[in-house]
């Protein structure tokens, strides 16, 4: 049973496929209305979340199908002490797909092992959040029309932001990437992502504090919040939170072509000012995650014979 636990499980190709389908629904919308009619999502999320969940839900919906969930996850089994893998197991009786939400690293991958059908990691603790990553990437597909020769800076919570680790491994598979990783010496990104995904495929990056001084260099400043539900220790997260803090002022001397994304939700990171300059794009990026993720949903139904 296919499904998509990190950004690397899908291809270059697939990618590509993905964002042609979700460029097709945002022309021609009414085509894809009845698409999954009588198909059902579970929503299983463990976690806060806004955006993600809703945009699911949306996406659903606009594919003509069903959704049900399980938000809170103080009222359901879990909170009886359930396992992940009997809740996937259950759950694959009442639905064709399931987007799933889970504080702890791995506990997609333990569903996805369980569910007898596909499951969609919506996000599993300081690890990856892929459909996130499709957002981004349709983002930039349609501002930069490349995925080549880009360079990115990402800037804030490098060690427990998901999405960081999952558009760095998205990133890495094109020509001429390059990053730079601006964040306080504690939130550096996590060797694990540089060992495994930026090492491998050769990816040139460098570490610094400066986010003004960075900015001439970059063609897409990824901007993200200090993730406090991870710190150990709320004395940490309140020296660093507001760390950087991206104003017009500070954008008054950065390139006309370097985009400003934003995965949202955001605390301080960016004033409010800058959200009518005509970089910033993360109001982009939240409508763009959920034409891919009906994109992806009629993909992984397709794949699983329920389409
Ligand atoms: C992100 C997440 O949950 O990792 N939010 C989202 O899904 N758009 C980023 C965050 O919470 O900071």
Redesign the pocket.
């Known amino acids: 049973m296919r499904s998509v636990i990190d950004i690397m499980d899908l291809s270059t190709a697939e990618i590509q496929d993905l964002i042609v389908t979700a460029e097709d629904i945002i022309e021609n919308p009414d085509q894809y209305a009845h698409a999954c009619e009588r198909k059902k999502l579970a929503t299983l999320f463990f976690e806060p ?1 806004t ?2 969940r809703m945009s699911f839900e949306a996406a659903m919906y606009e594919l003509g199908g069903h959704v049900i969930s399980m938000s809170e996850a103080n009222s359901s089994s879990a909170a009886k002490g359930e396992s992940v893998a009997d809740t996937a197991k259950t759950v694959s009786n009442y639905v064709d797909i399931i987007a799933m ?1 889970h504080p702890k690293e791995g506990a997609a991958l333990v569903a996805s092992m369980n569910a007898s059908v596909p499951v969609i990691n ?2 599993d603790g300081g690890h990856c ?1 892929p459909t ?1 990553t499709m957002a981004d990437l349709l983002t930039i597909w349609r501002e930069k029309k490349q995925f080549d020769h880009l360079t990115i800076g990402f800037c804030g919570d490098l060690k427990f ?3 960081v680790h999952s558009l760095a491994g998205a990133m890495a598979r094109y020509e001429g990437t390059k990053l730079v990783l601006i964040s306080p010496e504690e939130l550096r990104l996590p060797d694990y992502v540089k060992k495994n995904i930026l090492a491998p495929a050769g990816v040139p990056f460098t570490e610094t504090t400066d986010l003004e001084g960075s900015m001439n260099d970059l063609d897409i400043l990824y901007m ?2 200090v ?1 406090r539900e991870r710190f150990f220790n709320e004395e940490d997260y309140l020296r660093l939170k507001d760390r950087y803090i991206l104003t017009e002022e500070k954008l008054k001397s950065a390139p006309e072509r370097m985009i400003v994304m934003h ?3 955001r605390v301080n990171e960016i004033s409010v000012a800058v959200d009518e300059d005509p970089r910033a794009c993360y109001f982009k990026q939240v409508l763009y ?1 959920k034409y891919m993720r009906m994109a992806l949903i009629l993909k992984l139904l397709k794949e699983a014979g329920r389409l």
């Open positions: 979340s955006r993600t939400r919506a996000g959040h996130q932001g998901r999405t993200t919040r993730q995965p949202l939700p995650g």
